[in-house]
């Protein structure tokens, strides 16, 4: 699969060390060419550098760019970007882990409305860059599950390989316009992680006991 990052951070250094490692073809694009360069010969395995453009003209296109900036850059790629699966990681969350979309269209419908064309799915962002570095993520000997939220068939088919490449398993939770409960999920969790040291998964219960008492 031909895959396309734009931005040239941690969680394009993330996960994109594991899909080439995993035999995709990358292209790591940025403003800055040199850095760039530089997160593509970290990555290896082939992967190469280029511009915006050069990264919006694969498969899959991974937007790992902050908040506001994504929609910008993606705006600019609509007519390029047409077709495209867009794959979005990024959390809304501002000072004091508010919500910075809570009174309007998510992260995610943000990407859809500035490149209508294209087949957004909302995905990794309720994880730190470092659970993706991981080789894989399991946790009292489970696959870490990534929850996955979209409208286009063929999209969700190709970020379900993409989490598998991984060593994760695809979890999908609706169409797209559940993205923002996954946004919300990840201010939630922030907010307990980062805020008070909480564990987040103490919150659920087992699935047995999801729907109430069992038992007599």
Same mark, same amino acid.
């Not at 699969?1 to 394009?12: H, K, P, Q, S, Y």
């Given at each position: 699969?031909?895959? !396309?990052?734009?931005?040239?951070?941690?969680? +394009?250094d993330a996960l994109g060390t594991h899909w080439a490692r995993a035999g995709h073809r990358l292209t790591v694009g940025g403003r800055d060419l040199a850095k760039a360069?530089?997160?593509?010969?970290?990555?290896?395995?082939?992967?190469?550098?280029?511009?915006?453009?050069? +990264?919006?003209? +694969?498969?899959?296109?991974?937007?790992?760019?902050?908040?506001?900036?994504? %929609?910008?850059?993606?705006?600019?790629?609509?007519? #390029?970007?047409?077709g495209r699966t867009l794959l979005d990681c990024a959390n809304p969350v501002g000072p004091g882990f508010r919500l910075l979309t809570s009174h309007g269209p998510s992260?995610?419908? @943000?990407? %859809?409305?500035?490149? #209508? $064309?294209?087949?957004?799915?909302?995905?990794?962002?309720?994880?730190?860059?470092?659970?993706?570095?991981?080789?894989?993520?399991?946790?009292?000997? $489970?696959?870490?599950?990534? #929850?996955?939220?979209?409208?286009? %068939?063929?999209?969700?088919?190709? %970020? =379900?390989?993409?989490? =598998?490449?991984?060593?994760?398993?695809?979890?999908?939770?609706?169409?797209?316009?559940?993205?923002?409960?996954?946004? /919300?999920?990840?201010?939630?969790?922030?907010?307990?992680?980062?805020?008070?040291? /909480?564990?987040? @998964?103490?919150?659920?219960?087992?699935?047995?006991?999801?729907?109430?008492?069992? !038992?007599?």
């Open positions: 699969m031909r895959i !396309g990052i734009l931005g040239t951070g941690n969680m +394009a360069g530089r997160l593509a010969e970290r990555i290896g395995h082939g992967a190469r550098p280029g511009d915006l453009r050069a +990264a919006a003209d +694969a498969d899959v296109v991974l937007v790992a760019l902050p908040f506001g900036a994504g %929609a910008e850059v993606v705006r600019a790629l609509a007519e #390029p970007l047409a992260a995610a419908e @943000q990407l %859809a409305s500035a490149a #209508p $064309r294209s087949h957004v799915v909302k995905a990794f962002n309720l994880c730190h860059e470092d659970v993706w570095r991981m080789r894989p993520p399991v946790f009292d000997g $489970r696959p870490l599950a990534v #929850p996955l939220c979209g409208d286009d %068939a063929t999209a969700l088919t190709r %970020a =379900s390989e993409l989490v =598998s490449d991984l060593g994760c398993t695809p979890f999908p939770t609706g169409g797209l316009d559940r993205a923002g409960l996954l946004e /919300a999920t990840a201010a939630l969790f922030i907010g307990l992680w980062v805020g008070t040291g /909480a564990d987040a @998964q103490a919150i659920a219960p087992p699935l047995a006991y999801a729907s109430g008492p069992i !038992g007599g």
